[in-house]
């Protein structure tokens, strides 16, 4: 039994699927099935149902997966606690970002983070908070930068600046009075599918229960929402930071609203037990500076 084979049943687990669990590791689909094979041989029973299209746990797989992920969780701090005993971060830097932020903010970051330090290898997962907040606290990120409050006591949060949201309509209803969030609740408004936190605070603005009936498909990305209201489908909320991508080629105006208008607070979050607190602070900061050149408070 190897670490490398206890990684590789971690990403089999994670991902239900060899050829996916493959690219996530890097790897050929042979290779991992060879790897998995080995470690089910040396444990003498099997770990998965293999399955046409996908793989699942066995009941033995199940406990296993519980006794693994702490190992590879101590085995990654230990590779964190070397890492921190230098000046400035060097190696690797596995950083998670919701959707809403990276198209947008990623190349700014990345750049200055690599203008900062030219050793660091920076590895980015795009995905939303919820899974972010649980693959940090499993150890596969060092941090997240996302939308706050998180409110996990195990994670520390640092606010780094806020963003107004712009109402986003039809290009012929320019010049027609900016609606309150009550006026909202009545028209067609298009959202972010279920999971995003922007869509939650969109709702929050608007007063509407999510559970409330809609009569409108949401979108998975800002693009798809810009497109829609462009086509007269209703209209929408996005942030600040997304103007410029997303309504370049798009038939739509931009409002703001009258005050206090709908805002989001945008931080960074990492395990209160990382031995690189230190240089994720500073590496936040890096973040700050990112935004404020983008025009961000």
């Known amino acids: 039994m190897t670490l490398k084979q206890l990684r590789y049943f971690e990403a089999l687990a994670q991902h239900g699927h060899f050829g ?21 041989k040396s ?40 890492r921190a005993s230098t000046d400035r971060l060097v190696g690797r830097l596995r950083i998670g970002i919701i959707p809403t932020i990276a198209p947008y903010l990623l190349p700014a ?6 203008r900062m330090n030219s050793d660091i290898d920076i590895q980015v997962r795009e995905t939303m908070t919820p899974t972010l907040v649980e693959e940090l606290s499993e150890g596969r990120l060092d941090a997240a930068i996302v939308a706050l409050p998180v409110s996990e006591p195990s994670l520390t949060e640092i606010a780094l600046f806020d963003e107004n949201f712009v109402l986003v309509r039809p290009e012929r209803d320019a010049g027609k009075p900016v609606p309150d969030h009550e006026d909202l609740r009545e028209m067609k408004l298009l959202l972010l599918e279920e999971g995003h936190c922007f869509r939650d605070q969109a709702l929050s603005f608007c007063n509407i ?33 997304a103007i410029a991508v997303e309504t370049r080629a798009a038939p739509v ?4 609203f009258a005050a206090p208008e709908p805002a989001r607070t945008i931080g960074m979050i990492w395990r209160k037990t990382s031995p690189l607190s230190k240089q994720l602070t500073e590496i936040s900061g890096v973040v700050r500076g990112s935004a404020g050149n983008h025009g961000h408070r």
């Open 20 to 40: 996916r669990a493959a690219s996530a590791c890097a790897i050929s689909q042979p290779a991992l099935s060879v790897q998995i094979m080995e470690l089910e």
């Open 43 to 82: 444990l003498g029973t099997d770990l998965f149902e293999r399955g046409r299209r996908q793989v699942r746990l066995t009941n033995f797989g199940e406990e296993f997966a519980s006794r693994v992920r702490p190992i590879l969780q101590s085995v990654e701090e230990l590779g964190e606690l070397a």
């Open 109 to 114: 970051i990345i750049s200055n983070l690599t």
């Open 209 to 241: 229960q999510s559970t409330r009936p809609r009569e409108i498909l949401d979108a998975s990305s800002l693009a798809t929402l810009v497109q829609m209201v462009g086509a007269g489908l209703g209209v929408t909320l996005i942030p600040e930071m």
């Open 253 to 256: 105006s931009i409002s703001r």
